[in-house]
Each structure stands twice: as C-alpha cells, then as structure tokens.
C-alpha cells in the first residue's frame, strides 16, 4: 500500500480528506457526554466564534502533519492488515494518541493567539483521552482513502 503521504495529501483528494476530518471533529465534539464533554463543547464553541474558518485553517493548516504522525502506524498495519485501522490504532491508543497530540502542542506552542491557547490549556488534560476515544473514526477515515 501507499504512503499516506501520496494518498492523503494528493491534490485530489484533499478538499474532499479535509471535509471528512471536518465531520469527523464535530461528530467528536458531538458526542462528547458530561462535564467535561461541556468543557470540550463550549471550548470548542468559543474557538469557532473566534472566526467562522478557524477549524477550516487548523485542518488545513495541522493535516499534513497529522498524516506524518500516521504514516509510521499506517506502514506497520499495511504491511500485516488484519481488521481495520481504527483497530489498529485502538490496539496501538497511547502511542497513535501521543503522536497526534505532538502535533497540537507544537502548534499552540507558536500560536499568539490567546483565546486559543487558553482554550486548549484548558482541554489538555483530558486531550489524550479525547484523541484516543477518536481513533476508530481516525483510522476509518484513514483507510477510505488510503486502501
């Protein structure tokens, strides 16, 4: 199989990967119970009122990344695939989560925007947990494109 590079990062495909992922976060934010799925919601609310295309920019802007933190897990399944991604990066949550994750922190790291940082200084705790519990929709998309 292919790199996620060359399939995720195709001209062709990504407005179309850039949507999904879109879905994807708000299907996340969505489902998101308790407290601290209103902390994630009203964080997530206060964000898009910061600009109506912020979550557009950070896809755009994060995705590339994203799908190099991948790759490594996505070379490892692809070269035994048995069930589906998802599966996989279940199988794999804390280090697929951790990677993930290396990229948003870097990123807020050289952000000046303060509305931001301090809405993600306040879901990072929990970040881990969150990113983990959205693997199986990570890896599902992944695989749309990449099988």
């Given at each position: 199989?292919?790199?996620?590079?060359?399939?995720?990062?195709?001209d062709?495909?990504?407005?179309a990967?850039?949507?999904?992922?879109?879905t994807?976060?708000?299907?996340?934010?969505?489902?998101?119970?308790?407290a601290?799925?209103?902390?994630?919601?009203?964080?997530?609310?206060?964000?898009?009122?910061?600009?109506?295309?912020?979550?557009?920019?950070?896809v755009?802007k994060l995705?590339?990344?994203?799908?190099?933190?991948?790759?490594?897990?996505?070379?490892?399944?692809?070269?035994?695939?048995?069930?589906?991604?998802?599966?996989?990066?279940?199988?794999?949550?804390?280090?697929?989560?951790?990677?993930?994750?290396?990229?948003?922190?870097?990123?807020?790291?050289?952000?000046?925007?303060?509305?931001?940082?301090?809405?993600?200084?306040?879901?990072?705790?929990?970040?881990?947990?969150n990113?983990?519990?959205?693997?199986?929709?990570?890896?599902?998309?992944?695989?749309k494109?990449?099988?």
């Amino acid at each position: 199989m292919a790199s996620l590079k060359t399939t995720l990062l195709d001209d062709t495909n990504a407005s179309a990967v850039r949507a999904d992922v879109r879905t994807l976060i708000d299907a996340e934010v969505s489902d998101k119970k308790g407290a601290s799925g209103l902390a994630v919601k009203g964080a997530y609310g206060a964000v898009k009122k910061i600009s109506p295309n912020v979550i557009d920019d950070a896809v755009a802007k994060l995705w590339p990344s994203f799908v190099d933190k991948l790759d490594p897990f996505w070379a490892q399944y692809s070269a035994n695939p048995t069930g589906s991604f998802g599966d996989y990066l279940v199988a794999n949550g804390d280090a697929a989560s951790d990677a993930l994750l290396s990229v948003t922190d870097a990123r807020i790291d050289e952000t000046s925007k303060s509305t931001i940082k301090k809405a993600y200084s306040s879901l990072r705790p929990s970040a881990k947990k969150n990113v983990t519990e959205a693997l199986p929709r990570v890896g599902a998309l992944v695989q749309k494109y990449a099988a």
